[in-house]
């Protein structure tokens, strides 16, 4: 049906019975025509009214999806007050954790093997939509590049540590040691107990002199005396190549390696291996606590539950695990405490190569049932702000990840929580007590 047709009947109607009262009608149409007219009208009004509510049904849905589109955009609009910062690219030969560039969130650098972090390894995204600090660079931490090598000797990088290669007549891991008859600094002098007597013999009208292994020869060639060598100080200064990973004791012609207490030495005779005085039962944690080996000893725990409050309490389920019992249906600050509470202890030893994973956390599906659709993590509480960096390696799964060296001895402990959501809604929360014990050595 054509509308302007509709619209003129219409003006006319109206004109004539502007002009010259009802009587007008008859004069345009008579009254079964008008009738007929109306409903005409009418109808095509209906259909109108359909497409247009249909249209504007529509158009309301794509304003509600652009809407949310655009409050997901990190920035909105540059005029209003911030929301987040600029992003940040992670340094050459470097590691950036933390990928929220939000008002309040921290990103972290960290530097690769062999170099040195310049500039701050913890940036925050302050209220004005700059961060704090100043931007971090990776710088070479060459050893050679303080000129370790002396008397001419060729300083020579390798991995983590270097090496001098001496010019004749000089040696020595530094080549500080004269190659000559005089005896070098490192044998032990004075101390019959480290001389021997060469062994010489005769050939040929000439004196052949020798010392045995680990003694090194001094004096003149009539008077010599076998001296010990200091094999530890020898070797004292040499990065990764030292002979003993903890202590050195010189012996004649020999050395020998000691560990801590709580270590035992390897059948390499260097290295330092620890004891498990759990598994080897050597402990004397009373009943109801669990042994924990460490690092040279061992510790007794009996980790506690959450202290009961309001409607929320927990029951122990394992030595090491915490449930929460049943809520009342309405008890949102029970629903929101944790559901689960873990302990975890974990032996490092100090200095620990950074960054490293030390803790992974993720959810366990009943087998038939749907899981959670998505997962938060966090760092809930404990003493260890910029010390560790929670975040998400896959769907399921969170890691903590450790980004600065610890020197023991000590014991940082850190809560991790994990929430999980379903369609937006929260569901639960769990939380897991990790202890780490560093030990006082780095083996
Ligand atoms: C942002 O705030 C910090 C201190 O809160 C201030 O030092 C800095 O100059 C501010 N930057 C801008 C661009 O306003
Ligand atoms: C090394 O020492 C020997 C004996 O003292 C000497 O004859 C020689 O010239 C020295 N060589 C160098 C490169 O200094
Ligand atoms: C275990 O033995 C150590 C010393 O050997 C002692 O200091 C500690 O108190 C003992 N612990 C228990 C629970 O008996
Ligand atoms: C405990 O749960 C009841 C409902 O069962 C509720 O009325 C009450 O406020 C809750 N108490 C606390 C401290 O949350």
Redesign the pocket.
Request: hydrophobic share 30%.
């Given at each position: 049906m054509d509308l302007s047709f509709l619209r003129r009947c219409l003006i006319l109607l109206c004109l004539s019975a502007a002009q010259s009262g009802h009587t007008a009608v008859q004069t345009c149409m008579n009254k079964h025509q008008v009738v007929g007219l109306l409903r005409q009208m009418e109808k095509i009004l209906k259909g109108q009214e359909i497409r247009f509510t249909e249209g504007l049904r529509i158009m309301k849905s794509k304003l509600a999806s652009l809407q949310n589109s655009v409050s997901k955009l990190p920035q909105a609009d540059q005029s209003a007050a911030p929301t987040a910062c600029p992003s940040l690219e992670a340094p050459t030969h470097g590691t950036k954790f933390g990928s929220k560039y939000f008002v309040g969130h921290e990103v972290h650098f960290t530097c690769a093997q062999g170099y040195q972090l310049v500039g701050s390894a913890t940036r925050a995204c302050r209220d004005n939509g700059t961060w704090t600090g100043a931007g971090a660079v990776c710088k070479d931490v060459s050893e050679c590049a303080s000129s370790p090598c002396q008397n001419g000797g060729t300083c020579v990088q390798g991995v983590n540590q270097y090496r001098c290669t001496c010019?004749?007549?000089w040696s020595g891991s530094h080549c500080q040691h004269q190659t000559?008859t005089a005896p070098p600094e490192w044998s032990v002098m004075n101390d019959p107990a480290f001389s021997r007597r060469p062994r010489c013999a005769q050939v040929n009208q000439a004196r052949h002199c020798s010392c045995d292994a680990g003694f090194h020869m001094s004096g003149t060639s009539d008077n010599s005396i076998c001296q010990d060598v200091n094999e530890c100080e020898v070797y004292r200064l040499d990065q990764g190549g030292k002979l003993c990973v903890h202590e050195c004791v010189n012996v004649p012609g020999s050395y020998h390696c000691y560990c801590p207490s709580g270590y035992k030495l390897l059948p390499d005779g260097r290295s330092c291996e620890d004891v498990d005085e759990c598994l080897s039962q050597k402990h004397n944690c009373s009943q109801g606590t669990s042994c924990i080996n460490t690092g040279g000893g061992f510790r007794c725990v009996n980790p506690e539950c959450p202290r009961s409050h309001g409607n929320t309490s927990y029951v122990k389920t394992s030595p090491f695990q915490c449930e929460r019992n049943p809520c009342p249906m309405d008890s949102r600050s029970c629903h929101h405490a944790p559901k689960t509470m873990s302990f975890h202890y974990l032996s490092q030893p100090s200095n620990l190569q950074t960054p490293a994973t030390l803790f992974r956390m993720a959810t366990a599906v009943a087998p038939g049932r749907t899981g959670p659709d998505s997962l938060r993590f966090g760092i809930a509480g404990g003493n260890s702000r910029g010390i560790f960096v929670m975040q998400r390696s896959d769907r399921q799964t969170g890691e903590l990840i450790l980004v600065q060296q610890l020197r023991g001895p000590q014991e940082i402990s850190v809560d991790v929580d994990m929430s999980e959501y379903s369609g937006r809604a929260f569901q639960a929360k769990h939380v897991a007590r990790v202890h780490v014990l560093v030990s006082p050595y780095s083996f």
């Amino acid at each position: 049906m054509d509308l302007s047709f509709l619209r003129r009947c219409l003006i006319l109607l109206c004109l004539s019975a502007a002009q010259s009262g009802h009587t007008a009608v008859q004069t345009c149409m008579n009254k079964h025509q008008v009738v007929g007219l109306l409903r005409q009208m009418e109808k095509i009004l209906k259909g109108q009214e359909i497409r247009f509510t249909e249209g504007l049904r529509i158009m309301k849905s794509k304003l509600a999806s652009l809407q949310n589109s655009v409050s997901k955009l990190p920035q909105a609009d540059q005029s209003a007050a911030p929301t987040a910062c600029p992003s940040l690219e992670a340094p050459t030969h470097g590691t950036k954790f933390g990928s929220k560039y939000f008002v309040g969130h921290e990103v972290h650098f960290t530097c690769a093997q062999g170099y040195q972090l310049v500039g701050s390894a913890t940036r925050a995204c302050r209220d004005n939509g700059t961060w704090t600090g100043a931007g971090a660079v990776c710088k070479d931490v060459s050893e050679c590049a303080s000129s370790p090598c002396q008397n001419g000797g060729t300083c020579v990088q390798g991995v983590n540590q270097y090496r001098c290669t001496c010019p004749q007549n000089w040696s020595g891991s530094h080549c500080q040691h004269q190659t000559q008859t005089a005896p070098p600094e490192w044998s032990v002098m004075n101390d019959p107990a480290f001389s021997r007597r060469p062994r010489c013999a005769q050939v040929n009208q000439a004196r052949h002199c020798s010392c045995d292994a680990g003694f090194h020869m001094s004096g003149t060639s009539d008077n010599s005396i076998c001296q010990d060598v200091n094999e530890c100080e020898v070797y004292r200064l040499d990065q990764g190549g030292k002979l003993c990973v903890h202590e050195c004791v010189n012996v004649p012609g020999s050395y020998h390696c000691y560990c801590p207490s709580g270590y035992k030495l390897l059948p390499d005779g260097r290295s330092c291996e620890d004891v498990d005085e759990c598994l080897s039962q050597k402990h004397n944690c009373s009943q109801g606590t669990s042994c924990i080996n460490t690092g040279g000893g061992f510790r007794c725990v009996n980790p506690e539950c959450p202290r009961s409050h309001g409607n929320t309490s927990y029951v122990k389920t394992s030595p090491f695990q915490c449930e929460r019992n049943p809520c009342p249906m309405d008890s949102r600050s029970c629903h929101h405490a944790p559901k689960t509470m873990s302990f975890h202890y974990l032996s490092q030893p100090s200095n620990l190569q950074t960054p490293a994973t030390l803790f992974r956390m993720a959810t366990a599906v009943a087998p038939g049932r749907t899981g959670p659709d998505s997962l938060r993590f966090g760092i809930a509480g404990g003493n260890s702000r910029g010390i560790f960096v929670m975040q998400r390696s896959d769907r399921q799964t969170g890691e903590l990840i450790l980004v600065q060296q610890l020197r023991g001895p000590q014991e940082i402990s850190v809560d991790v929580d994990m929430s999980e959501y379903s369609g937006r809604a929260f569901q639960a929360k769990h939380v897991a007590r990790v202890h780490v014990l560093v030990s006082p050595y780095s083996f």
